[in-house]
């Protein structure tokens, strides 16, 4: 699977075992370009082969939510671990993206 994939009207972000502030720009940044230029409704966030992210993991759901959700969209986050989990809703972004149980 890429890591961009647009499946109907669906953003999927296959993200990278790490996340921190230097991979955050570029992932950001294809983001961006997709949601602009595909007109996606949704952005999926598979967090499947993800171990480790730091405050900039949670910028780009938070940005890629505020895009988004101006055209009424909405934000998923799926396959997170228990550790990717507890960042997610330490963060409060469960208030914002919802997270898929596997």
């Keep these: 699977m890429e890591d961009f994939k647009v499946i109907d009207n669906y953003l999927m972000i296959r993200l990278p075992d790490e996340i921190d502030h230097h991979i955050s720009v570029d992932i950001s940044t294809r983001a961006d370009r997709y949601i602009m230029t595909k007109k996606v409704g949704n952005v999926v966030f598979d967090f499947e082969?993800?171990?480790?992210?730091?405050?900039?993991?949670?910028?780009?759901?938070?940005?890629?939510?505020?895009?988004?959700?101006?055209?009424?969209?909405?934000?998923?986050?799926?396959?997170?671990?228990?550790?990717i989990r507890r960042i997610l809703l330490l963060s409060g972004l469960q208030n914002i993206v919802e997270i898929i149980s596997n």
């Design 49 to 83: 082969r993800t171990t480790f992210m730091d405050s900039s993991g949670i910028g780009i759901i938070l940005g890629r939510y505020k895009k988004i959700a101006c055209f009424g969209g909405k934000v998923y986050a799926i396959n997170a671990d228990n550790r």
